[in-house]
């Protein structure tokens, strides 16, 4: 326990090192201030899923990976290959700190977007997957990536795929489409945002079935993070 604590203590101080915690609050505060400006009081359910959304996608996967490519060019990993501390172990760690940071952010743009009107314990169902996820592929992503440039590509063909979901989502998504964008996790994750707002929403049935689709991939999500950053640990150490 006290080498996960100081693992902890450690991450604390890398992600506030690398200006994660301003970046956080400022971006919440936008998307807070854009749902603000919506002139209906609270936000339909749907569009109060889809502001809470876009910030986990912010944080898990645009400001994980500047704040992990810089510990790359700081040499952190090639320091991972010389020490006794298991891969799982700062994957982890930084897995759970930047969820709990994408949690936070999610439970302020919704109080804001509903005023308070939300149902508590689907929201915190919802974000805590939905921020797991989105963070675990962002680890993924900027574990291989070698510089900037090579990031921004991969988390733009990411993102642009993690979105294509909000055409279901609103109703615009040819029916031809439509299960094929069902596949894909952020759907499952705008079901269970939007049922945070409201219950009603959708069924139980379709909750719990976005509950364990989310849980599945972030068992491979995890699994492919881990790995990734084990190759990377070990070229960087070469």
Not at 9 to 17: D, F, G, I, V
Not at 23 to 32: E, H, K
Not at 41 to 61: H, K
Not at 104 to 118: E, F, P, W
């Amino acid at each position: 326990m006290g080498g996960l604590a100081a693992l902890l203590r450690l991450e604390l101080r890398l992600q506030a090192r690398s200006f994660l915690y301003p970046a956080t609050v400022m971006s919440t505060a936008l998307i807070c201030g854009v749902a603000w400006l919506v002139p209906s009081r609270p936000l339909p359910p749907r569009l109060t899923a889809f502001f809470v959304f876009m910030d986990p996608a912010i944080i898990g996967l645009s400001f994980v990976g500047a704040m992990v490519l810089m510990e790359k060019t700081q040499g952190t990993l090639a320091a991972l290959a010389v020490t006794p501390l298991r891969t799982t172990a700062y994957v982890g760690a930084k897995a759970v700190l930047l969820t709990l940071v994408t949690f936070a952010s999610g439970v302020a743009v919704a109080l804001a977007a509903t005023r308070g009107a939300v149902d508590l314990p689907r929201l915190i169902l919802a974000l805590a997957l939905s921020g797991t996820l989105s963070v675990l592929v962002g680890l993924a992503c900027v574990a291989r990536a070698a510089s900037m440039n090579q990031l921004v590509v991969t988390l733009l063909w990411i993102s642009t795929l993690l979105y294509l979901p909000l055409l279901n989502h609103f109703g615009a998504a040819p029916k031809a489409l439509a299960p094929l964008l069902a596949a894909i996790p952020s759907h499952a994750m705008l079901v269970l945002l939007t049922a945070g707002a409201d219950p009603q929403a959708s069924s139980t049935p379709a909750q719990l079935a976005a509950g364990f689709y989310l849980l599945a991939w972030i068992g491979a999500g995890w699994g492919w993070t881990v790995g990734e950053f084990r190759r990377a640990v070990v070229s960087e150490g070469r």
